[in-house]
């Protein structure tokens, strides 16, 4: 992987996730980046749209948060609660609210400007559209989102941000989650079969972020996914 720009040890441990991804079921989209250094490895799925599942929760908040900091709306206390419980423990409910209340459209308007630029939402499949749920991206697009997030999002909500992720409930304590790191998860039951996708960072001064979308396509399911998902992670950064 002499392209990649990562140094020689992790360049070994770069090809063992490979390996080991394809040995699993479906296929699993995966992007790496050094945020020191600006290396960064994908692999070839890391352009394949996926069902975002939970993951578009990390997107809503920086959006609510965006919009809170401009003025054009004010979060409340209950907001902000519910907020909480999307990052914590990928609360649906809260997410219902805050997208209905907070006008679903202007979210996926505002979704692109956090690099999420191959986002679709899924039309047919829920009464409203767009719907948080049935929306599809790419491990490239949750890349770009997480290092907007540690990027660009002014200081105060990125810490609030990370904060959050650091300390997440046990429905989420798989994937790129662990000492020394965050994480947003998604996993949902679609028609396609299971996906099992989890993105966050690791590290001090959160130097490495990863994104990892596993899609089952039927050939497994939750337990399978969150196996891949940790283990790449494992792998990577044992």
Not at 66 to 71: I, K, P, V
Not at 125 to 135: L, M, N
Not at 183 to 194: L, M, P, R, V
Request: net charge negative; proline share 3%.
């Amino acid at each position: 992987m002499p392209d990649s720009g990562l140094e020689c040890e992790f360049q070994r441990r770069v090809q063992d996730a490979k390996n080991y991804a394809e040995t699993r079921p479906g296929t699993v989209g995966i992007v790496l980046r050094d945020r020191k250094t600006g290396a960064m490895w994908r692999n070839d799925h890391a352009d394949e749209l996926t069902w975002t599942a939970s993951t578009i929760k990390l997107a809503m908040v920086v959006n609510l948060l965006e919009r809170n900091r401009s003025g054009k709306i004010k979060l409340t206390g209950d907001d902000r609660r519910l907020m909480n419980a999307m990052l914590h423990s990928s609360d649906d409910d809260a997410a219902d609210t805050l997208w209905k209340r907070y006008t679903g459209s202007t979210f996926n308007a505002a979704f692109p400007k956090y690099g999420m630029t191959g986002l679709v939402a899924q039309r047919g499949y829920s009464a409203t559209f767009p719907y948080w749920g049935y929306e599809k991206c790419t491990a490239n697009d949750l890349d770009r989102l997480i290092n907007y997030v540690l990027d660009t999002v002014p200081a105060e909500d990125r810490a609030y941000i990370v904060g959050q992720m650091r300390q997440v409930g046990p429905e989420q304590q798989w994937g790129v989650w662990g000492p020394g790191s965050g994480t947003k998860n998604g996993w949902s039951q679609e028609d396609s079969g299971w996906v099992m996708n989890s993105v966050g960072f690791v590290g001090p001064d959160e130097r490495y972020t990863l994104a990892i979308m596993n899609n089952l396509k039927g050939e497994g399911g939750y337990d399978e996914g969150r196996e891949t998902a940790t283990e790449i992670a494992r792998i990577l950064f044992r």
